[in-house]
C-alpha cells in the first residue's frame, strides 16, 4: 500500500510538468511575430543565443536549447521576460510588451526548445 502511493507520488511528481506543458495553447502567429521583431537579434532564430547582435554582449545570452533553460519553469522564464534579468543586457519588457504578448512569446520559445524537467 505504502508503495503504491509512493509510487505514484512519483509519478505524480514526474509527470505533471510534463502534462501541464502540454496544456499550452497553440504556438500563435503573435508570438513568432514578437519573436523575431524583438528577440531573435540576441537569442538567434534558433533560440541558441547566437543571434547576429551579440558582438558587443559581455554576458551571452540564454541559449534556450541547453538543459539549463529547458528546465527553467514557464514561470522562471515569464518573468525574466517581464521584469529582466539583474545586471544583464535582458532587461525587462513589461513597458513595451502586454501580459498576453509575453505569454505569446513564451510559447514560441517553449515550441523551438520545448520545456524538459529532466534536463
Ligand atoms: C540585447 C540582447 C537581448 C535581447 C534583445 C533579448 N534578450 Fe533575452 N537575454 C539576453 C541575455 C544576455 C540573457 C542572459 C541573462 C543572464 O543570464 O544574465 C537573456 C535571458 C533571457 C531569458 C532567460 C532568463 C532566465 O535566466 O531565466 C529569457 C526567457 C529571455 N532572455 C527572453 C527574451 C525575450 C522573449 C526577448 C524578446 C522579447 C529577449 N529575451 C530579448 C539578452 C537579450
Known amino acids: 500500500m505504502f508503495l503504491r502511493l509512493m509510487i505514484s507520488a512519483v509519478v505524480v511528481v514526474l509527470i505533471g510538468p510534463l502534462v501541464l506543458a502540454q ?9 513568432e511575430k514578437i519573436f523575431q521583431q524583438h528577440c531573435v537579434g540576441c537569442h538567434g532564430a534558433s533560440g541558441d543565443g547566437l543571434g547576429p547582435d551579440i558582438k558587443e554582449l ?16 514557464d514561470m522562471d522564464l515569464y518573468l525574466a521576460i517581464k521584469q529582466g534579468v539583474l545586471f544583464s543586457p535582458m532587461h525587462g519588457w513589461a513597458d513595451r510588451l502586454s501580459d498576453q504578448e509575453i505569454r505569446d512569446v513564451l510559447i514560441y520559445i517553449r515550441s523551438l526548445a520545448p520545456f524538459n524537467p529532466v534536463g
Open 23 to 31: 496544456t499550452h495553447t497553440a504556438v500563435t502567429k503573435n508570438g
Open 58 to 73: 559581455i554576458v551571452p545570452p540564454a541559449n534556450f536549447r541547453a538543459p539549463k533553460y529547458r528546465t527553467k519553469t
